[in-house]
């Protein structure tokens, strides 16, 4: 059974930073395409970035140059790095994994940023 879960969540200043991470369990990290979204409340769920397997990352024009996503086999575990935090990043965030045809995700980390 695959499973995805993220932590890091958290209340935080503008300006501020915050570290997500995704712990998966019944799949490999590594080996598939690792994404995050996140929503806010009465928004759509958007991208927030992607990393392949091999390691090529795409951000979202709002967040470049202040996310980045990184990823630690032996932990089999994703990190989302977020620098300069914004009142607008506040939003639940996702872990999403696609494998072959199937998506994974996780239930989500609330962050809060505080002007």
């Known amino acids: 059974q695959v499973r995805l879960v993220e932590s890091g969540g958290d209340l935080v200043q503008a300006g501020g930073s915050l570290r997500l991470s995704c712990s998966a369990s019944?799949?490999?990290?590594?080996?598939?395409?690792m994404g995050w979204f996140r929503q806010a409340p009465g928004k759509q769920r958007e991208s927030v970035g992607t990393?392949?397997?091999?390691?090529?990352?795409n951000y979202a024009d709002s967040v470049k140059g202040r996310f980045t996503i990184s990823r630690d086999n032996a932990k089999n575990t994703v990190y989302l790095q977020m620098n300069s935090l914004k009142p607008e990043d506040t939003a639940v965030y996702y872990c999403?994994?696609?494998?072959?045809?199937?998506?994974?995700w996780g239930q989500g980390t609330q962050v809060t940023v505080s002007s």
């Open positions: 999403r994994a696609v494998f072959g045809s199937t998506i994974y």
């Open positions: 019944g799949i490999i990290l590594s080996s598939n395409l």
């Open positions: 990393r392949s397997s091999d390691g090529n990352t």
